[in-house]
């Protein structure tokens, strides 16, 4: 199970999140101002995602890849194509997770799927109030910037995100069962116009759903 899925079923967060956006550079920026201006700036958008989770030792690594879409406040869509078929669907107020293969969904109110949760940082309307951010050495041709949740109680330990200028390419999750996920982007649009059931779930007949 990938860190975003046992994240929300057994410990009501998601700890995945993500797109990229592309707007113009501004001079001197670094990282973290780059960040700030994601989240300040960008309202909605959509993009191709590549996940690969490695395991606490290092040894074993899973892939996924799918589509996001979001759109602020607190609104946003996974869908995991491979290696298996998952919906995770943030409407504003509750979080589904609709697992095809197994005919489950599991529903839980916003505030406790998120947290301080790299989901609340990227769809949420602030930064500084949840999050401590700090510039790192530049990696992989990409700045980045590592955002820690000031409150150290949910699954998170830190995320670090990647910018190419002000192009957000990249996400890195540690989590605290040990994993780390990387996030990579493509085919992205910001500030695009999306359909409103794009954010809505309804539970398929016949899916055992679990939580409220």
Known sequence: MNSLRRAVAAAGSVAVCVLGASFAPAAQADAAESLRAFVRDVKSGRAAFTQTVTSPDGARQKVSSGQFSFARPDRFRFEYAKPYPQTIVGDGQKVWVHDPDLAQVTVRPLGQALGNTPAALLTGASIDKGFELKNQ???????????????????????????????????????????????????????????AETFRFTPPPGADVSGG
């Not at 530049?138 to 150290?152: C, F, I």
């Not at 949910?154 to 040990?178: H, N």
């Open 137 to 195: 050495p530049d990696r992989d041709g990409l700045e980045w910037v590592r955002a820690t949740p000031r409150d150290s109680g949910g699954t998170v330990q830190w995320m670090q995100a990647g910018f190419r200028g002000r192009a957000l390419v990249a996400v890195e999750i540690a989590d605290s069962f040990g994993q780390r996920s990387l996030l990579r982007f493509e085919q992205m649009a910001t500030d695009v116009t999306l359909p």
